[in-house]
Structures are given as C-alpha cells and as structure tokens.
C-alpha cells in the first residue's frame, strides 16, 4: 500500500527544476518559431488593407472623371489647405468617406488612428500639427499646379503612370521623391491610373547613393507627357 502511495505521490507531484527548465526551453523554442511567422502574417494584413485603400482611391478617381467631363480630380495644395477643389476635397465625396477637414487626426498627433482609407496601418506617421497624407498624389500628371485638370484619356500609358502612393514625407502632392521606401517589404504601393495597385521595391524606384528617387524606372512614367 505504501509503495502505490509512493508512486502516486511521485506521479502527480510538483516538477522537478530539470523538467521545469526543459518546458520552459520548449516554450521558448515555439516563440522563437511562431512570432516571426505571426509578424510576418500582420504584416501581409496590413499591407492587404493599404492595397484596398488604394483600389478605393482609383474607382473614386474614376468615378469622379465619369461625372466630370472624363477631367481627373485637380491636384489641391500640397499643405492640405485646399478646401474647395483638390483630389483630398474631391475624391472623398466619389468614396463616401469623411472630408479630409474634418478628421481631427490631421493635426492632432494624440488623435487616435481609425481605419480609413485615408492611413495606412503599417504607416506609424502621426500629424506634424500640420497635415497628415499616408498617401500622396504624382504632381506630374496635372502638370504640377493645384488647379490644372488633365483629362483620364488625354493620358497616354495610364498603366505606367503612378497617381497616389504611400507616402515618405508630409505633403499631399509631390512627385519621384515622396515614395515611401521601407513600408511594406522595404518598398511602397503605388496606385497607377488605371486603376491596379502593385507593390515595388525600393531598391527598383530610388536611388540610395543619391537619396533620391529615379525618374528612369522600367514599368513606370512618373511624367505621362514627358517626351
């Protein structure tokens, strides 16, 4: 009897410390395993989220060009400051979305981020107190004036020509230096005017030893009437 009871007090009794360091090992060994795979997977979430903000903003561009006499949306300040015409005044009525102006993130740092299709979740940039443009339209396309309109078929390689994408800096128009060039597997999402997103490496659109981006770039017209 004493014997059984030995053994039954050996068989659920606490662990010893080599058992307990060998879970521990093992705990550790899955983490080790399982985090970087589930950083991975956020990652792609988020970057499936910008890439459907962006396909919003291309049927908002098209659709805005179908009630307006096929013109694109003009340009706007680059601050923020248009309010009467610009594509962050235009094309958030095509998408049904709050006006820009009247996001309180857009100068409030402190504000909480939603999920809109105006940010980027892998984005972690926060208002200057100024503005904030998780994306930021090619200035090129308008022929680089806030008021200029340019008509969707008047633009000869639509599907080369990039019209908004993640944003490095601040400004909401702006040109081959604006790219965002570590968001999403170190590169950025453009949005061309035909209306399909892709994701480009950094290494393809900017020049490192220059810090600057590259106006000759194979698949990519920055200027849709440039010669």
Not at 65 to 85: F, M, R
Not at 196 to 221: C, I, L, P, Y
Request: proline residues 6%.
């Amino acid at each position: 009897m004493s014997s059984i009871r030995g053994l039954c007090t050996r068989s659920w009794g606490a662990f010893t410390l080599v058992e307990l360091l060998v879970v521990i090992a093992i705990i550790a060994l899955l983490a080790g395993l399982l985090l970087p795979a589930l950083s991975r997977a956020t990652a792609r979430a988020r970057g499936a989220v910008c890439v459907s903000n962006l396909r919003q903003w291309g049927i908002a561009t098209h659709g805005y060009a179908s009630e307006n006499a096929d013109l694109l949306p003009p340009d706007g300040a680059p601050n923020g400051e248009s309010t009467e015409a610009g594509w962050y005044v235009d094309l958030p009525r095509m998408a049904g979305v709050s006006a820009y102006r009247e996001n309180s993130w857009r100068t409030n740092a402190s504000s909480a981020l939603p999920r809109t299709i105006w940010l980027c979740p892998s984005n972690r940039r926060r208002s200057n107190g100024i503005n904030l443009f998780h994306y930021c339209l090619n200035e090129n396309v308008n022929g680089r004036g806030s008021g200029r309109q340019v008509k969707q078929g008047a633009v000869p390689a639509p599907a080369l020509t990039p019209w908004l994408f993640d944003n490095g800096h601040l400004a909401a128009v702006a040109s081959v230096n604006n790219p965002h060039t570590n968001l999403h597997g170190s590169g950025c999402h453009f949005l061309f005017l035909d209306g399909h997103v892709t994701q480009w490496s950094s290494r393809v659109f900017w020049d490192f030893a220059k810090n600057e981006g590259r106006w000759q770039v194979e698949g990519m017209q920055w200027d849709p009437f440039a010669p």
